[in-house]
Nanobody
Framework: QVQLVESGGGLVQTGDSLRLSCAAS??????????MGWFRQAPGTEREFVAA????????NYANSVKGRFTISRDNAKNTVYLQMNSLKPEDTAIYSC?????????????????WGQGTQVTVSS
């Protein structure tokens, strides 16, 4: 079992930046290699992929809508994954959730992940 806790969300204006954090814990998390991802869900829409990073940070993947503005990274010594979000737009408003899967592969769909956090709200005002 892996526990994921997101933080760092909030209300910002267009063009501002935010950094989300996802702290992972659990016995299995320290035992295996985990691919980590960020997903988001806006009201009335389905959850969508935002970014993912492989277990050692060697590979990253981004949705086209955030490419060049968002950066995913991880600090395995702290069991934490980050999502740096720059040049935020109103359409980035959503609940952002962290996900994890014991794997060394790049995973970019939500059905591939089996551990999820509760999410953190990001609101970007125009």
């Amino acid at each position: 079992q892996v526990q994921l806790v997101e933080s760092g969300g909030g209300l910002v204006q267009t063009g501002d930046s935010l950094r989300l954090s996802c702290a992972a814990s659990g016995r299995t998390f320290s035992r295996y290699s985990y691919t980590m991802g960020w997903f988001r869900q806006a009201p009335g829409t389905e959850r969508e992929f935002v970014a993912a990073i492989t277990w050692n940070g060697g590979y990253t993947n981004y949705a086209n809508s955030v490419k060049g503005r968002f950066t995913i990274s991880r600090d395995n010594a702290k069991n934490t994954v980050y999502l740096q979000m720059n040049s935020l737009k109103p359409e980035d408003t959503a609940i952002y959730s962290c996900a994890a899967r014991a794997s060394r592969l790049m995973l970019a769909t939500q059905r591939e992940y089996d551990n999820w956090g509760q999410g953190t709200q990001v609101t970007v005002s125009s």
